[in-house]
């Protein structure tokens, strides 16, 4: 499985900015879906993931100003950021699972700057 996310850039305090990670490669059933960062310094963590039927989690941090999606015919899953801070700064990596391989996929990671 081959993960590609994009959308990721510099914006200023209070924008917004959409990434995107599309999966392909694989004729599994893509169970989980998410959005993870690692800022300089620190542990990667979980911002938000989708389950195929849609249902959604979020970090406390990220809660009420980021929307994860998904579009399952097409192996694709979004993460819109509204209300950046500069502490969503990092580098962003979608995460995708497949429970019938028991395996976990991640992308290359995309860069959100988010200055004040």
């Known amino acids: 499985v081959q993960l590609q996310a994009s959308g990721g850039g510099l914006v200023e305090a209070r924008g917004s900015l959409r990434l995107s990670c599309a999966a392909s490669?694989?004729?599994?059933?893509?169970?989980?879906m998410g959005w993870y960062r690692q800022a300089p310094g620190k542990q990667r963590e979980r911002v938000a993931a989708?389950?195929?039927?849609?249902?959604?989690n979020y970090s406390d941090s990220v809660k009420g100003r980021f929307t994860i999606s998904r579009e399952n015919a097409k192996n694709t899953v979004y993460l819109q950021m509204n209300s950046l801070k500069p502490e969503d700064t990092a580098v962003y990596y979608c995460k995708a699972t497949v429970s019938e391989l028991g395996r976990n996929y991640w992308g290359q990671g995309t860069q959100v700057t988010v200055s004040s």
């Open positions: 490669g694989t004729n599994f059933r893509i169970n989980v």
């Open positions: 989708v389950t195929r039927d849609g249902i959604t």
